[in-house]
């Protein structure tokens, strides 16, 4: 969820004067401790919109050990997990994300493997009068290996929870453990506070191949020193159609409360970091 942020880390990270490794791990404390928080008129997940196209409101803590172990906690105002015409936890509306893992480098190559848990608080199976219930929580674990070598990085997400984000079914042969999603993202620096960036990911939901897309991005940040502020295009090829899956209508899979949360959009965001 915070894709931008850590890619700018990178940069600055091997935009510094080298000077020896063992030197950079005498210089850096054992324990260190960093926050942020943000608005965005649009939270955009892997090119989906997760607020129905409203502005959000996010927010995070993280820790980082000398040894290169990390975690942390992000959250962010969300609009579809309690929808007006469908709910997976009635009375939501904060996603909340727990992450660890460990970052390591080789030369000018850089590495991160860890767990993130999106979590979703709300009453799960208690959907009120109008409201279809969804039989399959939207909570999900997934596992995550990227590398990144100068300003390209390459990230591959894995679910390993029984489902991914509300898909799927109760069943072994329905459930959407083993969704995928592969990322690569270009954060190039044209100056020491301005960053284009490029990015292109594909989503595959197990068992929901109708459910599968592509999204791309492209973008800027700047850092005026009180805040970055961004500003970016993005669009997927999942666009409102309508149809048969196992002989069963459907609409399109991203087309929630009769908006199309796959839609091309510009959205502005403005983060401050602690």
């Known amino acids: ?16 004067p080298a000077f020896s490794e063992d030197q950079a791990i005498q210089d850096q404390p054992i324990h260190s401790f960093s926050a942020n ?24 803590v993280d820790y980082a050990h000398v040894s290169g172990l990390y975690a942390g906690i992000w959250g962010s105002t969300v609009e579809w997990v309690d929808r007006k015409d469908y709910v997976y936890q009635d009375g939501n509306q904060v996603e909340l ?9 080789i030369g000018d190559f850089a590495y991160d493997v860890g767990l993130v848990r999106y ?16 039989p ?12 990144t070598w100068k300003f390209v990085t390459l990230k591959y997400n894995r679910a390993v929870s029984k489902n991914f984000v509300g898909w799927g079914g109760t069943t072994i042969d329905t459930r959407s453990r083993g969704s995928d999603y592969i990322d690569l993202t270009v954060t190039y620096p044209i100056s020491e506070t301005v960053n284009l960036l490029a990015h292109v990911g594909h989503q ?9 897309y592509t999204d791309w991005k492209l973008g800027a ?7 970055i502020v961004g500003l970016a295009y993005t669009d997927t090829n999942a666009r409102y159609k309508s149809g048969l899956v196992n002989n069963a209508d459907y ?8 908006k199309d949360v796959s839609k091309g959009v510009v959205t502005v965001s403005l983060l401050k970091n602690f």
Do not use: C
């Open 119 to 134: 979590y979703y608080p709300g009453d799960f199976n208690n959907a009120p009068a109008g409201k279809t219930q969804n």
């Open 221 to 227: 940040t700047k850092d005026f020193g009180f805040a």
């Open 136 to 147: 399959v929580t939207a909570n999900t674990t997934e596992a995550y290996i990227a590398g």
């Open 97 to 105: 994300d727990f992450y660890g893992g460990y970052k390591g480098s």
């Open 251 to 258: 609409e399109s899979a991203y087309n929630w409360s009769g």
């Open 204 to 212: 595959n939901v197990k068992n929901n191949s109708y459910a599968n």
């Open 37 to 60: 928080v943000g608005v965005v008129s649009d939270y955009i997940l892997r090119g989906i919109s997760q607020s129905q196209h409203k502005p959000a409101l996010q927010g995070g």
């Open 1 to 16: 969820m915070k894709k931008e942020l850590i890619a700018l880390a990178l940069v600055s990270a091997f935009a510094a």
